[in-house]
């Protein structure tokens, strides 16, 4: 059983991510540091967005941040927001208990305005995401809705009336998972139809993110903590170092990561989602969510002196060229899943290729590499090639193809050129 002070549920939210090709960053670890928070309330989800990262809580004081380091309280309609993320220029949460079926949402995530959720027979919403131009919040029992601007929201039916924790989206597909029920998982092409899927193991799944190619779901209770799967409807479960209250997963940096709310490693992280590695976290709290943005994962706690940690990926080193035969090799930059907030651009303007394609995470390892823009035809009306630029005509789902073309090296073939599909979502 859950050993909690409160009922709480928490949502990690995770921004639809981005597929990357094999050439990923490899690093060696992250580094973590406290920080401290400035709300005293338990502190319940984590995301980021319009250079704002932006914590929920269990009360009435929602904090944001420039840099997930120094930490500003704000005031919020009302409490128990159990879970926010940010999408079409707006952050909104999600929540419940004493306000029963609640959501609010705010442009700069520290004016909160309270919206009428789509059913006040659901008690608690626990999770929520943006993808596809529409925002999906789930929770318990059975409960589903959307909306296209986290203002007005329309009741659907879950695929069963299971207890609905976290949702995510990628590769075209919606995929939430649930800590209890028959079928622990439900998947839905556009929000509004859902399937319900075999999750393989009876855990709790707590959270679920999509990233790399692949969906990831992590448990708060059973021995099997960890699951994957490359299309959201067949998992198979991983092997985790620790059987730890897993709460909430995120990618960033070529690496997934996964806190935790007990254990003695309340930290695992993994390069493949497959093998993951567990290591302490400078306080001994209850992690409830990470997210990942601006070049640093950030966590919050439900309590603790110091509610927040973030982590600075540590690069593997180099490896050293041998002997005279070949020159070292300069490594990827920073290849990461950034998630909807860099993917964001606004419309009417001009975007260099080569930093548009940094700033969404393609793998780019060479500074002399050339980078070439693609615009499908379907999005002829939202976006189109200037030149070597991309220009942005008006709102709306861009969907783009960044081609990558390394230099030839002194020694060797010229490589082949990567092409990495993104969806660019215009303001």
């Known amino acids: 059983m859950r050993r909690i002070a409160l009922l709480i549920t928490t949502f990690a939210l995770t921004m639809s991510g981005l597929v990357f090709s094999p050439a990923q960053a490899n690093p060696a670890g992250i580094d973590w540091t406290s920080r401290t928070a400035a709300s005293a309330d338990a502190l319940l989800s984590v995301t980021y967005g319009n250079g704002t990262f932006v914590a929920t809580s269990g009360g009435t004081a929602p904090m944001t941040s420039p840099d997930g380091i120094v930490w500003t309280s704000r005031v919020s309609p009302s409490t128990f927001w159990y879970s926010v993320t940010y999408g079409n220029g707006m952050f909104v949460a999600v929540g419940g208990e004493n306000d029963v079926g609640k959501v609010m949402s705010s442009p700069d995530g520290i004016n909160w305005t309270t919206q009428t959720s789509a059913s006040n027979t659901v008690s608690v919403w626990r999770g929520v995401t943006y993808g596809n131009g529409l925002f999906v919040a789930v929770g318990g029992v059975g409960g589903v809705m959307t909306s296209p601007d986290g203002i007005v929201w329309t009741s659907r039916t879950a695929s069963e009336q299971s207890s609905w924790t976290s949702v995510t989206h ?53 021995a099997d903590s960890v699951m994957t799967s490359s299309d959201g409807i067949t998992w198979t479960l991983r092997s985790v170092p620790e059987d730890n209250e897993w709460n909430s997963v995120v990618y960033g940096n070529g690496m997934f990561v996964a806190v935790a709310s007990t254990g003695t490693n309340r930290i695992m992280r993994s390069n493949d989602a497959i093998t993951w590695v567990a290591s302490a976290a400078p306080e001994q709290n209850r992690w409830w969510s990470v997210t990942y943005a601006d070049g640093k994962f950030v966590a ?10 973030t982590g600075a990926p540590v690069a593997a080193p180099a490896p050293a060229p041998a002997g005279n035969s070949a020159p070292a090799v300069e490594t990827p930059a920073q290849v990461v899943d950034t998630g909807l907030a860099a993917r964001t651009v606004s419309a009417k303007k001009r975007y260099s290729a080569k930093a548009l394609a940094r700033q969404v995470g393609v793998p780019i390892v060479s500074s002399k590499a050339t ?57």
Do not use: H
Request: charged share 20%; net charge positive; proline share 4%.
């Open 170 to 222: 990628g590769n075209g597909l919606f995929v939430a998972v649930a800590d209890s029920g028959t079928n622990r998982v439900m998947t839905s092409p556009d929000g509004i139809a859902w399937t319900a899927r075999s999750a393989t193991s009876n855990s709790g799944w707590w959270g679920v993110v999509y990233a790399n190619g692949i969906f990831v779901a992590v448990a708060y209770t059973g």
């Open 300 to 309: 919050v706690s439900q309590d603790g002196t110091q509610r927040v940690m």
């Open 371 to 427: 980078v070439s823009i693609s615009v499908a035809k379907s999005s002829k009306k939202v976006c189109t090639k200037s030149g070597a630029k991309l220009r942005t005509l008006k709102a709306g789902n861009c969907n783009v193809t960044f081609t990558v073309q390394e230099p030839k090296p002194k020694k060797g073939k010229k490589p082949k050129a990567t092409k990495t599909p993104t969806t660019l979502i215009v303001q």
